[in-house]
């Protein structure tokens, strides 16, 4: 493949670079102990709280440091759950005979009909809430979503000319799959993948500001979110640190996405 | 093609498939609030409580009935548009869903307005003036806009209009509802900016990507070379190419902005949908959570059916396909 240089690329994968490393340093190394409530409540930024505390005395850094392992695992369990099901159940019905197809794709039609969020308090609504309820809800809603464009995706694939030429000369199902629908529908499913990634940590940061994520010792950057708005005047940052590192997350994903689809795409590359 | 393409024969299969849909999506709902795993009858009673005392409420529910049976009175539920009491209040959960509405409804309808105005503009000056610096910054401003949490927005906003500037009120909604209906609009001004700013963001990148499909097409340019003004050809050929593929995206903005006002009035404290919604789930409220689930996916199905029924109206060569069109390219759905 041709070298492409994209600025969008780059930037996304310095601004995801940036909170990777958040999270990996958080594993090593972190200024105070995430339950440490003994730095005064509410202080401003300064010094030994670069970004202060919260109302319960915690280092806010902490807490935005260990979020961002939180946030990072939240999309990529949510985007392995969502992916893994919705290639295989949009694989199926792209295979399907004609009124199966009929019938799944109306059944995809309704199911994308609840969105994401509403799936996610059902589920959340019939287990607890936990990160692990709040992560499978996502998954799970975004099924339906990968699944209706894997299935548009192999229909291209199995209306071409080689297609044919393969099953006459007798080729079997499998090997159609594997040689010939994967490699031509993983790029757009990659770069949409990544999209879903940002969708489900946004998601994942409305669940926890809605009180329906992880429960309190976790320190989720939606939890956080929820729990300084009320302090806001007093203790800016806490709204501010957890608000811009989502911001640098999704907007990392976005854009990686974005450079991935011009570089695997020749024909939109010309449109900046 | 064996179908037809008039518009009468699309209609009736298009009103059938959203019947179906209905169906489908209430059996949907049963199944998965009756399937997962958890036991609402914990929820009537306090923790520690003695398996007689669940079994009252499991029978108080109908949860100790067979499946079918419950799917059964589920219906007749559905039929009667009787959707039971809530296990909080006591109240009949059909009439309190109606009075919320009284607030989702203005703030899904009013950020929705305000962003359509604030996004086709915004789209088609990013596409057509996409070398300028402003073409630019409003390319950036939409990428940054889809990357941010609705609620943050509406927290920063807050902070800025009413904590610091106190031009307007950081939340609530007047006890009395719509009697004063200035200080009704008054409390909706922040949350229907805020909502309609986070779906700006995203519409303008689809509005740009069809603007731009329309400004590289053909025909554009063949109208061009024949003689005709720009002006003229994009009002022509431009406008009702291009809003083909909007409107079928309006539809599914539409429904994210009931999404967006659900979280939305959370951050403003206000008493509509979205706060019933969380409400309900922390309290474990399955009527109301059934209730509130069924208006909002009724809702977004029948969005769905009139968005669809608009793009044929416009262009007949979808007649054939039953639901949906070609949407624009451009990436950062939610």
Same mark, same amino acid.
């Given at each position: 493949?041709k070298?492409?240089r ?12 940036l909170?990777v ?8 190394w972190? %200024? ?9 409540r ?6 030994p ?9 915690? *280092?806010?850094?902490?807490q ?8 990072l ?10 992916g893994?099901l ?14 199966? *197809? ?13 969105p ?22 996502i ?8 699944a ?7 229909k ?25 629908v994967? %490699?031509?529908i ?8 990544a999209?879903?990634f ?17 429960p %309190? ?17 007093t203790t ?6 957890p ?14 996405? *974005? ?5 695997? *795409? ?5 449109r900046? | 093609?064996?179908r037809?393409?008039g ?6 299969r298009r ?5 179906? $849909? ?19 009858? =914990? @929820? ?10 669940? @079994?009252? &409420?499991?029978?108080?529910?109908? +949860? ?10 589920w ?13 909080? !209040? ?6 309190e869903?109606? =009075?919320?509405l009284?607030v989702?409804v203005?703030? +899904?309808?009013?950020a ?28 950036a401003? !939409? ?17 800025v ?15 009395d509802?719509? $009697?004063d ?12 900016v ?7 963001? $995203? ?6 990507s ?24 994009m ?5 009702r =190419?291009?809003?083909?593929p ?10 994210t ?8 009035? =959370? ?5 509509g ?12 409220d399955?009527?109301?959570?059934q209730?509130?689930l069924?208006?909002?996916?009724? &809702? ?8 669809d ?5 416009i262009?007949?060569?979808?007649r054939?396909r ?8 451009a990436?950062g +759905?939610?």
């Amino acid at each position: 493949m041709k070298r492409v240089r994209s600025w969008t690329l780059a930037g996304g994968l310095v601004l995801f670079g940036l909170v990777v490393l958040v999270a990996l340093v958080s594993l090593v190394w972190l %200024p105070y102990d995430p339950s440490d409530m003994t730095g005064g409540r509410l202080t401003s930024p300064g010094w030994p709280h670069l970004l202060g505390t919260d109302k319960l005395g915690r *280092d806010l850094l902490t807490q935005v440091m260990v979020g961002a392992r939180i946030a990072l695992g939240a999309g990529a369990g949510a985007v392995a759950i969502g992916g893994v099901l919705g290639v295989l159940a949009g694989v199926a019905t792209g295979f399907a005979g004609r009124w199966l *197809d009929d019938a799944l794709s109306a059944l995809l039609d309704v199911l994308i009909a609840f969105p994401t969020l509403l799936l996610a308090m059902l589920v959340v609504a019939a287990r607890s809430a936990s990160l692990g309820s709040a992560v499978l809800a996502i998954g799970l809603g975004m099924v339906a979503v990968v699944a209706r464009l894997t299935r548009v995706l192999v229909k291209r694939v199995l209306a071409q000319e080689y297609i044919t030429a393969a099953r006459t000369s007798g080729t079997g199902w499998l090997r159609i799959v594997s040689g010939h629908v994967l %490699p031509n529908i993983w790029p757009t499913l990659v770069v949409n993948l990544a999209l879903q990634f940002g969708v489900a940590v946004l998601a994942e940061a409305s669940l926890s500001y809605l009180g329906l994520g992880a429960p %309190p010792p976790n320190a989720s950057w939606g939890r956080m979110l929820q729990e300084a708005q009320a302090t806001v005047y007093t203790t800016p940052t806490g709204v501010i640190a957890p608000g811009v590192l989502l911001l640098v997350l999704v907007l990392g994903v976005n854009l990686i996405a *974005d450079g991935l689809r011009d570089a695997l *795409d020749p024909t939109r590359r010309k449109r900046a | 093609m064996t179908r037809s393409t008039g518009m009468t024969g699309y209609l009736l299969r298009r009103f059938g498939f959203l019947v179906v $849909s209905l169906l489908l999506a209430s059996v949907v709902l049963f199944l998965l609030l009756r399937l997962l795993p958890g036991d609402p009858a =914990n @929820a009537l009673v306090s923790v520690g409580a003695d398996p007689q005392q669940i @079994a009252a &409420a499991r029978h108080e529910l109908g +949860t100790d009935q067979p499946l079918l049976q419950q799917f059964g009175s589920w219906l007749r539920q559905l039929a009667t548009l009787d959707l039971g009491h809530s296990f909080v !209040s006591s109240l009949p959960v059909g009439p309190e869903i109606v =009075n919320r509405l009284n607030v989702t409804v203005p703030l +899904t309808l009013a950020a929705f307005v305000l962003a359509v105005l604030i996004a086709l503009p915004a789209g088609f000056v990013a596409a057509h003036r996409s070398r300028t610096w402003y073409g630019g910054l409003l390319s950036a401003v !939409s990428q940054l806009g889809i990357a941010v949490p609705v609620f943050w927005v509406g927290m920063i906003l807050v902070t800025v209009f009413a904590l610091h500037l106190r031009v307007l009120p950081a939340g609530g909604f007047p006890q009395d509802g719509w $009697s004063d209906p200035g200080d009704a609009v008054r409390s909706l001004v922040l949350p229907v900016v805020t909502v309609a700013l986070v779906m700006a963001a $995203s519409l303008t990148r689809y509005v740009r990507s069809a603007a731009l499909d329309v400004l590289g097409s053909d025909y554009l340019r063949t109208a061009r070379a024949l003689g005709a003004s720009f002006r003229g050809a994009m009002w022509r050929h431009g406008l009702r =190419n291009g809003v083909v593929p909007v409107i079928s995206v309006l539809g599914i903005e539409l429904a994210t902005t009931l999404l967006g006002a659900v979280v939305v009035e =959370n951050v403003f404290a206000l008493p509509g949908l979205g706060s019933q919604l969380a409400q309900a789930i922390s309290q474990h409220d399955y009527p109301v959570i059934q209730g509130v689930l069924l208006v909002s996916s009724f &809702a977004v199905l029948l969005i769905g059916f009139l968005a669809d029924l608009v793009q044929r109206l416009i262009d007949p060569r979808l007649r054939g396909r039953l639901s949906g069109a070609v949407a624009p390219s451009a990436g950062g +759905t939610r």
